[in-house]
């Protein structure tokens, strides 16, 4: 995922974790609330539940990868936060990738 598509500050994870409205999946939970500047920003978060920070680094990499198969197809104005789950750690990447399939649609933001 490109570096522009990223939400970085801690403030904006808080605002959308605040302000946003959560969908849920076994294996994450997406939370989305409109982007002030009309740009999609995308920020994954996986706690201390998940593991040691080799876990949790190899569990954001593989959440990143597979938003680069959608993120041409979402739309724009929108700040994304996924957040993992325990069950991640030992699901398949095509397990992932239907799950973060299976949130987009359900928010409403990708576009087939």
Known sequence: MKRKYRLRRSIDFQRVREEGKSYTHRLLVLIVNPNPEGELRIGISAGKSIGKAVTRNKTKRRIRASMNEFIKNLQTGWD?????????????????????????????????
Do not use: W
């Not at 398949?92 to 299976?102: L, Q």
């Open 80 to 112: 994304l936060v996924f957040l993992a789950r325990k069950p991640i750690i030992t699901a398949e990447y095509k397990k992932i990738m239907e799950a973060v399939h299976d949130l987009l649609e359900q928010a409403g933001i990708i576009e087939n």
